[in-house]
Structures are given as C-alpha cells and as structure tokens.
Antibody, heavy 122, light 106 residues
Framework: EVHLVQSGAEVKKPGESLKISCKGSGYGFMSYWIGWVRQMPGKGLEWMGIIYPGDSDTRYSPSFQGQVTFSADKSISTAYLQWSSLKASDTAMYYC???????????????WGQGTLVTVSS | SYDLTQPPSVSVSPGQTASITCSGDELGDKYVSWYQQKPGQSPVLVIYQDIKRPSGIPERFSGSKSGNTATLTISGTQAMDEADFYCQAWDSSSVVFGGGAKLTVL
C-alpha cells in the first residue's frame, strides 16, 4: 500500500530556516514525481512544484521559484521542502503528493501525505 | 497565468445529483483531475484524466467535459460527500488548481 508520511508540525520565528520531509513507502519511490502543495489557512490549494527523486529533476511554480528548495534522498525514499528564511506569510499547511507525471506534463496526484502545518510567528 | 474557474459553493439535497463545474481557456485540450477535501483532511483524488475513477472511489462520482468546461457529478449525494472540491489541470509547465467549490448537502 502506498503511503506518504510527512514530518510533524513546526513553529518557527521569522527569519529562521526550516526543512520538512515526506517519506514514501509501498511503491518505487525513485520512479514517481513528488509534488508539493501549499494551503494557507481557510484557502485553496496552491501548487509549489515537483521533484523527481530518481535524478532530482525539479520544476518550481513561478510563484515559489527562489522562495523554497526541493530535494530528495532516494536512499531513504524521502523528499524535502526547505526555506532559508521564513516569513509570517509562509504560515500554512504543506502537503506532499505522488505525481503521475512525465518530464513534460504532470497529470494528477494520486496519493497525498497527511500534511505538515508550519506556523511562523514572532 | 492560467486560471480554472469554479463556483464558490454548490448546494444539493441528500439523494439528489450535484454538479460542480470547472472552466478554463482551451480546457478541452487538457486533462482535468478532481480532488475532494473534507475539513481537517488531505485532498483525495476522485477523478483523473477527465473521466477515470481511482479504485475505491464510489461509482456515484463521475467526470465529464464539454468544450472548455469540465464537470464533476455526484449522483445520489450523501451527507458524507460534503466537502471542498478542486479541479486541476496542467498548463505551460505548471499545475493549476481551481479555486475550489464547497459542496453543501442540506
């Protein structure tokens, strides 16, 4: 059975760095893209980008390019989302999801993690 | 940037049919997926590639598309179907989500 398990909730101060994780199991982790999706409180889903763990090929949404960094460690089937300097506006729930994608198109996300709540407050 | 437009809210009586639309430029040329998100839960894929239903999703959920409008239809709507629904497509190297439609079963 496919599972994506994300790291726990985080409370950080503005300017701090953060790295959250998403561990896949039950499928060939290297062979599927992992997408990251933000959901701000009371708002809709926003696509942040995708990473292919097999070769770390990465695509960022223009809205998030330069704001976050994706990485993956295929040896432990884990993808990461990190910030170098958090802002209060980064407060949100962050989901990872397995993407049914090619190098050119991402069609859908069939399995989702439970989400990581990030709170940034002074 | 590309936009997918959904109605903010849809209401339906139990046992009736609910239809949630999603429109966008040239959507007829793109695959559309639909996600259900209940309060406090992660999104769940309910329709992919316009009309396909993942295993485990009840048959009352169906997808269709006509021109540049995709529709998620829930037949025999149940109270448990109350949730936010998001459509999603791919455009210009980006995944795009609709703004979401809140389905109320009353």
């Amino acid at each position: 059975e496919v599972h994506l398990v994300q790291s726990g909730a985080e409370v950080k101060k503005p300017g701090e760095s953060l790295k959250i994780s998403c561990k896949g199991s039950g499928y060939g982790f290297m062979s599927y893209w992992i997408g990251w999706v933000r959901q701000m409180p009371g708002k809709g889903l926003e696509w942040m980008g995708i990473i292919y763990p097999g070769d770390s090929d990465t695509r960022y949404s223009p809205s998030f390019q330069g704001q976050v960094t994706f990485s993956a460690d295929k040896s432990i089937s884990t993808a990461y989302l990190q910030w170098s300097s958090l802002k209060a506006s980064d407060t949100a729930m962050y989901y990872c999801a397995r993407g049914y994608c090619t190098k050119r198109v991402c069609y859908y996300f069939d399995y989702w993690g439970q989400g990581t709540l990030v709170t940034v407050s002074s | 940037s590309y936009d997918l437009t959904q109605p903010p809210s849809v209401s339906v009586s139990p046992g009736q049919t609910a239809s949630i639309t999603c429109s966008g430029d040239e959507l007829g040329d793109k695959y559309v997926s639909w996600y259900q998100q209940k309060p406090g839960q992660s999104p769940v894929l309910v329709i992919y590639q316009d009309i396909k239903r993942p295993s485990g999703i009840p048959e009352r959920f169906s997808g269709s598309k006509s021109g540049n409008t995709a529709t998620l239809t829930i037949s025999g709507t149940q109270a448990m179907d109350e949730a936010d629904f998001y459509c999603q497509a791919w455009d210009s190297s980006s995944v795009v989500f609709g703004g979401g439609a809140k389905l109320t079963v009353l």
